[in-house]
């Protein structure tokens, strides 16, 4: 037969493991856990900062000044450089560039469709054909 110590010892301990409240009256750490995760929810809204939205707040005189103006050399001087000529397209090497990048992709949506030498593959098609 259990002695009354040892009874008293698994009861303690029983109560411990089982989340409720011992004879003393203290709280069970999940308990408290609660509590505290509640106060720094409620506290949250105390240490948010007002700060002010710099799109609305822009001065009246600064949105009515006009933007400086590009003088006539310089607005030539960005229409004189011409797109390089359309090259010719080869139909063997712009079939080849489809087949290359066919097989390197695989089909839709699989993981060789996703990798570099995917990317690579289409790099070259797409600068064959046009």
Known sequence: MPRQSELLIARTIEG?????RSRTGSAPASELMRVATFLVMVSLP???QNLADPGRRVPENELKLDLPKRDATEEARSYAVKPPPQRAVDPRVCESARVNWQNACGTPYSYRSRSQICNEAYTIYRDSCG
């Not at 411990?16 to 409720?20: I, Y």
């Open 46 to 48: 105390a240490f948010a």
């Open 16 to 20: 411990s493991f089982s989340g409720r």
